[in-house]
């Protein structure tokens, strides 16, 4: 398999291992990371269109790295697992830096379990 | 101006997000030591992957689009915009979709 993808994809893995196994902030039975998700896959699809359109591209991507599937427009498929990973990974971090930090439960959800 | 366009594009995605804190409340920028502890993390892992991924030339940039200021390992310093940018934006939309479910919450 290309370098790229498996790279790519392993990334998607690492992060969710990372959630499940080691920070468990429950990210990922929240609505709002969902949405959150959903919306950055609409903006990434602007911005990365942006960058590797091929009549102009900023970011070239070498053929034998990548599965050479491009969707929508240019985009190499693989960068929504980048962009999958480097959003989560974001968004784990903020949540874990938050934990701990708070004195009390907020009112209208259950204690955060902190394991 | 062409050389600044990847740049340009990185500052066009904090102008957009902007009103996130400013209007709907997202509370990011206001919270300056938990950004930075998260953007110092996100940003000294990906700048490793891409790093790599510049060796194994995976990918090239192209030299008319960026300003050619490289940092070691040969990354532009556009990348590191990008690994400071896009988390950000994440944030910003996240801690907005926060906010707005609480409004609506509130009004139920």
Redesign the interface.
Known sequence: MP??TV?ATG?ILVVVLLELLLLRTRLFTK???W??LA??WF?QIL?DG??TKLD???????RE??SGIRFPWDIPIEDFAFGFS??T???L??EK??IGRRPTASP?SAPERVE | MDRYQYLLLMAACVAITLPLELVLGARVYRRPRRLVIVLLIVVAIFLVWDAIAIARDHWQYSERFTTGWLLPFGIPIEELAFFLVIPLCTLLTYEAVNALLRKGHERA
Request: aromatic share 20%.
């Open positions: 370098e790229y790279a990334s609505a709002s990371y949405i959150t919306i950055v903006f911005v942006w960058l102009a591209p900023i970011v070239t991507y070498t790295q990548f480097i959003a990974l974001t968004l971090l903020w830096a938050a209208r």
